[in-house]
């Protein structure tokens, strides 16, 4: 799938915007060449099982006349008959099977929790730039009073 669809599908699903360098990208990479690969050898085992029916059934004669020696052509078109009948049936289970692994996949595949949205602090009102330089200052004279007068300022501190 296309990266920008993928980012607008995450838009407007959870209102989070994701970069085009965002790491999530590498797990959908990831997850499709795992789904590929998995696809694959679920078809190869049913084109593997196709070809066995195939077998199977040539072998039975399904789809042979008995009628053989009174008209040649028969047996021939009959054959055909069957094979397509069996290709389609063949082609019918590997679409089937396709389509169960991917809504078995679509089923139990959990994206990522969404992270937390990053606030960004607003500067400061300058009553409150104020409030810290005077805050600061009165914390280094503070550290120059004696031990004695420190302890009664920290208790006055502590007091609600």
């Known amino acids: 799938m296309d990266q ?3 980012r607008t599908l995450v838009f407007e699903k959870t209102g989070v915007k994701i970069d085009v360098d ?3 990208f590498a797990l959908v990479a990831l997850n499709e060449a795992v789904l590929a690969e998995a696809v694959e050898r679920h078809v190869a085992l049913l084109d593997d099982a196709t070809a066995e029916l195939a077998a199977r059934l040539r072998d039975s004669g399904i789809g042979v006349s008995s009628a053989s020696s009174t008209r040649p052509a028969a047996p021939a078109a009959a054959t055909v008959s069957a094979e397509k ?5 063949a082609g ?3 679409l089937l099977g396709a389509v169960l692994v991917l809504l078995g996949q679509a089923i139990f595949f959990r994206p990522a929790p ?3 949205p990053i606030v960004q602090a607003k ?3 300058e009553e409150q ?3 810290l330089r005077t805050g600061e200052k009165l914390a280094k004279i503070v550290q120059k009073l004696d031990a004695k007068t420190r ?3 920290q208790a006055e501190l502590q007091k609600p």
């Open 129 to 131: 730039a104020s409030a």
């Open 114 to 116: 969404a992270t937390a």
């Open 151 to 153: 302890d009664k300022i």
């Open 92 to 94: 019918a289970a590997a």
């Open 123 to 125: 500067e400061l009102s």
């Open 22 to 24: 965002d790491p999530v």
């Open 4 to 6: 920008q669809k993928l």
């Open 85 to 89: 009948r069996t290709m389609a049936i």
